[in-house]
């Protein structure tokens, strides 16, 4: 009896350190201004990415405020290996690998807003998608190659691996439905994932997210 007990204890502490979350309609909330809360996400990757699209929904009232991260992705040799970031004077901020392209975006309100971002290295194509409508497409570190030995940050940005979190670069409100995948989606696809619809994603996938919530982070039914 001791040892099945022992047995069903171990099993719960191995689900609890690696086990995956369905997150489908629901949102991880930021209510208030911090350095230290934020969500660090897991990814199985083996191979340097050379390709790559983000999609997510946020949902915050300081676009008009000041500057805030969206996604932050991490190597130990460089801090900016893949960012999102709004900033208030100059539009969304695409990093790739340390370099980076701004794309403009003046209408930018307090409605809940979706993003796609995609990246591939044998171009260098950037591309910015935005409630499902598309920006002009930039040039972005061609040839590049981005670490696997990542620290995924939502909530804060990074200006070392997994730290150097600044309190007025924190994303205050809702983010949720973040997936990503290691090659660029098709317009058709974007327009699929926007719309609400699902493609199987193979490196982040809201439905069965791996994650650690640090500080003042909830989880509650998405807004949108």
Known sequence: MERLLWCFLVLIS??????QTDLHKKAFVFPKETENSYVSLRAQLKTPLKAFTVCLYFYTELARTRSYSIFSYATRQQPNEILLFWSKSRGYIFGVHGKEVVFQSPENTQAPTHICASWES???IAELWVNGKPR???SLEKGASLGTDASII???????FAGGFDRNQ???GDIGDVNMWDFVLSPE???TVSIGGTLSPNVLNWKALNYEAK????IKPQLW
């Open 14 to 19: 191995f689900s609890s350190v690696s086990g």
């Open 122 to 124: 044998i171009s260098g």
């Open 136 to 138: 002009a497409r930039k």
């Open 154 to 160: 939502l909530g804060q940005e990074q200006d070392a």
């Open 170 to 172: 924190c994303l205050v």
């Open 189 to 191: 696809q974007i327009n």
């Open 215 to 218: 500080g003042e982070v909830f």
